[in-house]
C-alpha cells in the first residue's frame, strides 16, 4: 500500500497526539517537522521517531518536497504558513481554530480553491467512537426515524484553579474568546454529524473563574432543519465523575421516536428502546492517544481521502460552516436572542 510523504509544523502540546498517530499510520510517515522553537522541535522528533528538524518552514517544503502538510501551529500563523504550502502546491491538513476567525478561514479556503489544492481542517471531535457509533445507531434506524434531542453536558474540570490552563495550554488564560472558539466548536461540528444542518441558535456564555479573560462557561440551544432540538451545556470549571475528565468530556443523551442513547463519562453505551429494557452497547473504544484514539481515526480518513480522492468529512470549504454558526453564537449572546446562522 502507498503511503503519502508528510511534514510537520508545530510542535507544542497538541502536536504530540499528531505525530504518535502519524508515527502508527498505516497511510502515511512524517519525514519532518519544523518549530520556531528548537528545543522543542528536537524533542518532539526524539518522542516520535522523525529524523529531521528545521527551524524555517520555506527550507523545509523546498527540501523534502512531502505529499502533504500538517498545520499545528496557533490561529494566527494559519494564513502565512497555508499560503506558504499553496505556493508549493502542497496539500494541507490545518488545526483548529482554524485561521482565528471567518474572515480569514474564507481567503484560505478560497486561495487553495484557486489553486485547486486540497484543505482539510484538522476536526477530530467526530472521529470519537463513541460519536461514530451513535451516528452508526442513528443512521440504522436504532433509534427511530425521526431524532427529537440531544444533549451534552461537558465538565473537563481543568479550569478552576487560580492558575487553570498554565500546565498545558497557558494561552487560554488570555484568550478574549475562549470556550465556543476553542472547544465548543467541536461541539458545532459533532451536532451537525449527528443531527444535520443549524437552523438557528440561542446562546448564554459566561466566566466562572475570574482569572481568565474569555467565556468558560456556554448554554447553547440548537435548532436543527430536520426540527430536532440540542443543547450544549458546558463549563470547564466543574468536574464530571470519570476517572479521566478529558476522555469523552463529559455526557450525551439522544432521543428519537423508537427511543434513546446514554453516553456515560466513561465512554459506555446503554441503548433504550421505548418498551423494552436497556442494553449495553459493546463497541471498541481504545484508551490509548486523544479521546478514544480519535486523532489517528481522523489522520487515516484524511490520508484515504488524499490517496483516493475522496472528498473529507472536514474539507475546509465545508468546515465553514461550523465557524459561521460559531459566529451567530457569541452574536446571540450580545443581542440575547436567537440567530440564524
Known sequence: MKKLKGVGIGAGYFSQFHYDAWRRSDTAYITALCDV?????????????????YANAQEMLEKERPDFVDIITPPETHLELCSLAASY?????CQKPFGGNLTTAKKIVRLFNEKNLRLIVHENFRFQPWFREIKSQIDNGL????????????????GWQDDAYMNRQPYFRTMEKLFVYETGVHYIDTFRYLAGEVKKVYAKLGRLNTNIKGEDLAWVHFEF???????????RYNENTAQDPRYTFGEMLVEGNKGSIWLNADGSLIHKPLGRSETIVHYERPKKGFAGDCVYAAQEHYTDCLLNNKT?????SLYLRNLEIQEAIYTSNAKGIPVSP
Open 89 to 93: 502546491g502542497i496539500p494541507v491538513i
Open 312 to 316: 473529507a468529512e472536514s474539507e475546509g
Open 37 to 53: 522553537s528548537s528545543q522543542n522541535a528536537q524533542k518532539t522528533a526524539s518522542a516520535h521517531d522523525i529524523e529531521k528538524i
Open 143 to 158: 433509534l427511530g426515524d425521526r431524532l427529537h434531542t440531544l444533549n451534552f453536558r461537558l465538565r473537563t474540570g481543568d
Open 225 to 235: 432543519a430536520n426540527g430536532t432540538l440540542g443543547i450544549l451545556d458546558a463549563n
